[in-house]
């Protein structure tokens, strides 16, 4: 009877080598839009957290802006980009979703208010779940934008703008508080 052959190791060598770059993009402005003041604009106003959803206790609506500069990325090839912000509060303990967009291109020069925003709203990028209650800890929460950093590398774009808001906005479960200067976009490059 024959010896079966046996395959030799592979080489370490012998696999393609890939040198990768993670870039941590953190935004560099961010504000609201609420129904509590539809015709205000917060972009020089103190904010001491990032609000989404309905607030719990009331009928108004909040949704949070940011503008992240991609410059960096530019002609980059993207093998992956996630969006993160930390999440520090809800309402409850069970994970409510929220909803990361891409919006129009975001200027702290010019208002933003609920009133002007309503169709800023361009794609929808993900959902994501989670819940930050009593002794729960902060919680990250990350989204998925690959498709996106791709675009803004191919394109040269300067800055990437997103939004986030309540999948439901009706639902006062789904209000949540995030800490400010948490949100970035980390890509890794080939």
Known sequence: ?????????????????????????PSDAWTYATTRQPAASFWDAPRAEVLVGREYDEAFVWRSFFRVPVAAVSGASVASAVFSILLTHTPTGVATPVQLFQVTDLDPEAPLTWNNSGGSWLRNLGTASGSSWNSQPDQLLRFDVTSLAQEAAGQGLAFLSFGLRAANETDRYQWKKFKPGSELLEVITL
């Open 1 to 25: 009877m024959a010896a079966a052959a046996v395959a030799a190791p592979l080489a370490v060598n012998a696999l393609p080598a890939f040198a990768s770059e993670r870039v941590v993009l």
